[in-house]
């Protein structure tokens, strides 16, 4: 089997095991990392590799990237103890193929390989190299389609006169005043004469102010105070 190409005088050649389990699969089945260990110890025997350390996180989600045996895990690999991550199943690992793509990415640039038993990710081989290539594809596609229905999404709330984008802000002095003013009887034509007058700029950032837009902020503050 073809290894990565580590520096000898750093790496400690070996498997570093990676499983998990979630809270639910935590609660129903109290076996399911037992399980998961013993394949990857099975398989280091088959290849004649010693197991270094298994990193097991117990009732965490696979959507959480960030997660501490697995950052153990990945930092070990990192400073040269073990060659490779090994997971019995890789949606132990993750079920995002943008996150797998990341983690091959992330082991060719550090030099240590990933495997993953159930599926043909075994990037120590050619083989498994080459689907490493075609799950990165995929994971383009993926990004890709991601924002296609993003852009998509905002187009369509565009055409039914949303605004997007995070709503400007006035400071709380200016809408003070609006409030103030009109409650003492002034018009909405006087009020917003009156900030164009002492150039206060808009919530847009604009130098012109309309008496509609002065009594839509009078009124939006009424229903905040309600």
Same mark, same amino acid.
């Given at each position: ?23 639910? %699969? ?23 590799? !010693? ?21 153990? @895990? ?17 949606? $132990? ?6 996150? @797998? ?5 992330? @082991?060719?640039?550090?030099? +240590? ?26 994971? %383009? ?16 709330? $565009? ?6 984008? $995070?709503?400007?802000?006035? !400071? ?15 018009? +909405? ?19 012109? +102010? ?17």
């Amino acid at each position: 089997m073809a290894r990565p190409r580590r520096s000898a005088a750093t790496a400690t050649p070996g498997i570093v095991g990676y499983i998990r389990v979630s809270t639910y %699969e935590l609660a129903t089945s109290g076996l399911a990392l037992e399980a998961q260990q013993a394949a990857i110890r099975a398989n280091a025997q088959s290849r004649q590799m !010693p197991v270094l350390a298994i990193h097991s996180d117990a009732g965490v989600s696979a959507r959480l990237v960030d997660r501490p045996a697995l950052s153990d @895990a990945l930092a070990s690999l990192a400073a040269g103890h073990g060659d490779v991550l090994m997971v019995a199943k890789l949606d $132990r690992l993750t079920r995002s193929v943008l996150d @797998a793509t990341g983690l091959m990415v992330r @082991a060719e640039r550090e030099g +240590w390989g990933l495997v993953a038993l159930d599926v043909a990710v075994d990037t120590t081989t050619p083989q498994g190299a080459a689907m490493a290539q075609v799950l990165a594809v995929f994971a %383009e596609f993926e990004r890709r389609l991601i924002g296609q229905r993003t852009k998509d999404a905002l187009a369509v709330r $565009r055409s039914q006169g949303v605004k997007l984008g $995070r709503p400007p802000v006035l !400071p709380a002095a200016i809408v003070s005043r609006i409030a103030a003013q009109r409650r003492s009887g002034a018009t +909405w034509a006087s009020i917003a004469a009156g900030l164009e007058r002492d150039a206060v700029p808009t919530a847009h950032g604009g130098s012109r +102010w309309h008496a509609n837009t002065v009594r839509k902020i009078f009124l939006a503050n009424e229903r905040s105070a309600a």
